[in-house]
């Protein structure tokens, strides 16, 4: 069975009955490790309750942060404070100037943009660039996908195409997440690859975003993270006896 | 001489807080393949609604299998069945009816 991850899920932390819904479906869809948002005020106590809820239902738990920087300066704040306790950093970009800064950094794993307003989807060739160069990945939320209708929808389907198709020509991952702050918008990892279609994302490629490109950054990261880690590239193999 | 259309049949879990009947969950999936493909996509995809479950709460549709992906992508995109929140998880594709229903038939 493919190892499917959801790195997007939104419960309101402190709200545990809920997040207690939204794990137990996710777990029910298949899904083995999910990312829950949390926010700078979420307490040791919380994420070590939400870890147990996950471990009971056998799901992975990834921590997570979304960050909004206004600008570049706090962005970089924000990543000097958080990024050695969190596993994964998500950065909305908001403005151009974030962007390119979240592209070129390395300690960004998700570069995301606002669904809503197409003007503000900086994604293009020099973003690419530079994402594919610090190894970030383009998060694509696909609660979007389900909640807007009409005009917004093709809107955002028209800009989601010509992202994927500009992420595969510079090689950055693309990462698929459900992005739902409701259980009733989740659905297995299988379905949203049949909605990703509507984006113009082969099915194996699709498949990829949601189990291969997230698993790698999970990986990744927990290595950093881990008492093994020096640098980039050079990590404890063994300890000798003091 | 007409040629054999090849079809493809779907098995769907209706997911809500409400019963609904067949017509209901088909209205809805009609509702979305219209909306995201349009009419001239809706014709294409050939539709039918072959079965409901009301126990299972399971669905069964046909389409042309040219079509498959875009009634895929209309099943997932189904929020609303009957004016009420609801999920449509695809459960199974199959060639026949018959091979649908036998790997259909020890699910819950």
């Not at chain 1, 403005?95 to 606002?114: E, H, M, T, Y």
């Not at chain 1, 009409?150 to 997440?177: T, Y």
């Not at chain 2, 050939?46 to 549709?61: M, P, S, T, W």
């Amino acid at each position: 069975m493919k190892f499917y991850v959801d790195l997007h899920l939104c419960p309101q932390a402190n709200n545990f009955s809920y997040v207690n819904e939204m794990v137990e479906k996710a777990a029910a869809f298949g899904y083995k490790a999910v990312g829950i948002t949390m926010s700078s005020n979420t307490t040791t106590e919380e994420i070590q309750k939400i870890k147990e809820l996950c471990s009971k239902f056998e799901v992975d738990f990834v921590s997570r942060i979304d960050l909004a920087p206004k600008s570049a300066g706090e962005l970089l704040k924000n990543l000097r404070d958080l990024r050695r306790k969190v596993e994964i950093i998500a950065v909305e970009c908001t403005s151009k100037q974030v962007a390119r800064q979240a592209a070129k950094d390395r300690r960004v794993d998700l570069i995301k943009f606002p669904f809503v307003n197409p003007k503000k989807r900086f994604f293009d060739a020099a973003e690419a660039e530079l994402a594919s160069g610090s190894s970030a990945s383009l998060e694509i939320d696909m609660a979007s996908l389900l909640t807007l209708q009409g005009f917004r929808r093709v809107v955002l389907l028209s800009s989601l195409r010509r992202e994927v198709q500009i992420a595969n020509k510079a090689h950055v991952p693309v990462v698929l997440s459900s992005g739902a702050d409701d259980p009733i918008l989740l659905r297995t990892a299988d379905d949203y690859c049949s909605l990703a279609y509507l984006f113009g994302m082969e099915h194996s490629e699709a498949r990829q975003a949601f189990s291969k490109n997230p698993k790698a950054i999970i990986e990744r990261n927990r290595m950093k993270l881990s008492s093994e880690f020096v640098a980039p590239g050079v990590y404890v193999v063994r300890r000798g006896k003091s | 001489m007409t040629r054999y259309v090849r079809r493809r049949y779907i098995a769907v879990k209706v997911d809500g807080n409400k019963e609904f009947d067949g017509k209901e969950a088909f209205d809805a999936v009609w509702n979305s393949l219209t909306k995201l493909f349009g009419e001239h996509g809706a014709s294409l995809a050939e539709l039918f609604l072959i079965e409901y479950n009301q126990e299972k709460r399971q669905a069964v549709f046909r389409c042309s299998h040219k079509a498959l992906d875009l009634v895929k992508a209309s099943i997932v995109a189904v929020t609303e069945v009957a004016n009420e929140k609801a999920c449509l998880q695809i459960i199974k594709v199959s060639g026949t009816l018959k091979s649908l229903r036998t790997k259909t038939a020890n699910l819950p």
